[in-house]
């Protein structure tokens, strides 16, 4: 993978590069700007269920997958590779096999129980970062 652009969004900490995974801009690796509660959620995803990755991208590997029906906190939110036309990747509260995890709203797969802020974006992910996400 290569880092194809560095951008400061929202001042905070957090680390984040768009990078360029089969021709879509993302924005990985982001984390909630202040401390604030997470947001209760439920998977409504269909029978094979929804994957966690470890990247807000397909190509990300699996961390876990969650069954319908099963509850899961939200941390925040970022616009990154679609899903069914939908944009929205929700990183969860708590990390998965210590990574950070991320959902996508996709067609639906998640309903939030309440306002989800946006993931706070700063500059600085390494290629290592990335090649350890995978």
Known sequence: MKVAFQRRLVAGAGT???VALGGVMLAPMAQAAAPSPSVPATITSGPKGLGARALPTLQSTILHTYKAGEQVKVACQINAQP????QVWYRLA???KGKDAWLPLGDHNVAVHGKVGNCTMS????SAQLKAAH
């Not at 899903?83 to 939908?86: F, I, L, R, Y």
């Not at 500059?123 to 390494?126: C, I, R, S, V, Y």
């Open 83 to 86: 899903v069914h036309g939908n």
């Open 123 to 126: 500059p600085k992910l390494t």
């Open 16 to 18: 984040v590069a768009a």
């Open 94 to 96: 708590n990390k998965i």
